[in-house]
Every structure is written in C-alpha cells, then in structure tokens.
C-alpha cells in the first residue's frame, strides 16, 4: 500500500492529522468510508486510536466505525509491509496452483497468509478473485499484476524486493546489520 506524502508530517502529528482528515470531509455521517479511506492510506491502516478519534469528532458510535472497518475488506486494523502480496485464490487460480504459490511466498517471507513477515517487509494475503482468470495463477504484488507465477517466480519477486529494500535503506545511511532478517 501506498501512503501520501505526508506521512511524515502524519507522524509526526497524528492527531492533528486526523482532525484535519475529519474536517476535510465535513463532518457527516455518510463520509465515515472516505475518512477511514484518506486515514489508510496516509498510515497503511486504521489504528485504534484512529477509530476513536473519529468518534470524538463526528460523535459516531466507535462500534459503529468499527463495524465498517471489519465488514469492508479494504480497511486493515494492523500496519502492513512494504511489500503487500495479493494471491489470487479464484477457481483458474486455484485450479493453476495458488496453494502452491501461497506457500512459496509463505516460505520466502516467513509471512503466513493474513500477517505480516518479521521483518516488517511482507504482508501476505490470500484473495477471492484478481479478475485476471485467463493469466492464473496471478498475484498482485504491490498493486502490479504479475501472470503466470511459479513457485520459482514467487521467490525471485520476494528475492529482488528484498534486495530493493536493503538498496534503499543503505542509501538512507542505515547499517544493513541493525536487523539481521533483512
């Protein structure tokens, strides 16, 4: 998942940044959905503290915030990696191999499905239907589609991402040997 460009200033100023997610979307009852939307994507997911936040300002049950966040399958009430990885478990898919793919990714993240690795950089999730039947088995790896994947595939996507991360937090200054799983 992607997260704004204020992510920084988010966390920096949570609170503020709520409230002002709030006031942009007026206030009222029918926006709940586009506030937990902006507030997921500027902090990969729905806090708490979020929830009750939004009940303060909009005087919503948090019960009621709670149960749009747990009915839509879009909100998360845990941060994800980096990296989010989507297989597609749909009939082609699951006919292709997606069990097979799933535990590909599995043993190259360490992530089961529905968690997120160790390491902080993999989220791994199984999905009902990518809509992409006549490419199976796909997964959606970080929003891009990828066709045809073969155990082999899973692990050298999960390999090359890893590889990226490490690129990146190197050129950040950050030592590579702070945390040993990555």
């Given at each position: 998942?992607?997260?704004?460009?204020?992510?920084?200033?988010a966390a920096n100023d949570?609170?503020?940044?709520?409230?002002?997610?709030?006031?942009?979307?007026?206030?009222?009852?029918?926006?709940?959905i586009p506030i937990l939307?902006?507030?997921?994507?500027?902090?990969?997911?729905?806090?708490?503290?979020?929830?009750?936040?939004?009940?303060?300002?909009?005087?919503?049950?948090?019960?009621?915030?709670?149960?749009?966040?747990?009915?839509?399958?879009?909100?998360?009430?845990?941060?994800?990696?980096?990296?989010?990885?989507?297989?597609?478990?749909?009939?082609?898919c699951h006919l292709a191999?997606?069990?097979?793919?799933?535990?590909?990714?599995?043993?190259?993240?360490?992530?089961?499905?529905?968690?997120?690795?160790?390491?902080?950089?993999?989220?791994?999730?199984?999905?009902?239907?990518?809509?992409?039947?006549?490419?199976?088995?796909?997964?959606?790896?970080?929003?891009?589609?990828?066709?045809?994947?073969?155990?082999?595939?899973?692990?050298?996507?999960?390999?090359?991402?890893?590889?990226?991360?490490?690129?990146?937090?190197?050129?950040?200054?950050?030592?590579?040997?702070?945390?040993?799983?990555?």
């Amino acid at each position: 998942m992607k997260t704004t460009e204020n992510t920084a200033l988010a966390a920096n100023d949570p609170i503020g940044t709520i409230d002002a997610i709030v006031r942009r979307h007026n206030v009222y009852r029918g926006a709940t959905i586009p506030i937990l939307q902006e507030i997921q994507q500027t902090f990969g997911y729905v806090a708490p503290e979020a929830i009750t936040r939004i009940s303060d300002l909009t005087g919503i049950p948090e019960s009621e915030i709670y149960s749009i966040v747990t009915f839509y399958a879009q909100f998360r009430l845990q941060p994800v990696g980096k990296y989010v990885i989507s297989v597609c478990h749909g009939t082609a898919c699951h006919l292709a191999g997606a069990e097979r793919i799933t535990d590909a990714f599995e043993h190259a993240t360490g992530a089961k499905p529905g968690q997120t690795s160790k390491d902080g950089l993999f989220t791994l999730e199984k999905v009902a239907c990518l809509g992409c039947c006549s490419l199976a088995p796909v997964v959606n790896f970080n929003d891009e589609t990828v066709a045809r994947v073969t155990p082999d595939k899973a692990q050298a996507l999960v390999k090359t991402a890893r590889e990226t991360a490490a690129k990146e937090k190197t050129a950040k200054g950050e030592s590579r040997h702070e945390n040993p799983s990555v």
